[in-house]
């Protein structure tokens, strides 16, 4: 079993920067995994980024990339998500999700979730 808690949600103006962390609960966290989601107000959950288990492997959504860094410390069982140049679409809740895989792309290839971080962005 994980137990993910994530932190760092908040408002900001656009253009701005936020930097989320999630912390895993649990042993053997350089096992799992580790993906961030979003999910926008009336819209289905989507995939942000993905990182593989040693971090040396990631992955991002298009409309993320060179914007978003995904990045982990297993010594810290943290899994971050720096965010800069924030637009207003990025307005959603973050979560955070481990998965028995090395990493990745879908919700449900992830075991185990986050109860999520708020972010806001505004105009």
């Known amino acids: 079993q994980v137990q993910l808690v994530e932190s760092g949600g908040g408002l900001v103006q656009v253009g701005g920067s936020l930097r989320l962390s999630c912390v895993a609960s649990?042993?053997?966290?350089?096992?799992?995994?580790m993906g961030w989601f979003r999910q926008a107000p009336g819209k289905e959950r989507e995939f942000v980024a993905a990182?593989?288990?040693?971090?040396?492997?990631?992955s991002y959504q298009d409309s993320v990339k060179g914007r978003f860094t995904i990045s982990r410390v297993n010594a810290q069982n943290t899994v971050y998500l720096q965010m800069n140049s924030l637009k207003p679409e990025d307005t959603a809740v973050y979560y955070c999700a481990a998965t028995e895989y090395s990493y990745g792309l879908k919700g449900y290839e992830y075991d185990y979730w986050g109860q999520g971080t708020q972010v806001t962005v505004s105009a």
């Open positions: 649990g042993r053997a966290f350089s096992r799992y995994g």
């Open positions: 990182i593989s288990r040693s971090g040396a492997v990631t």
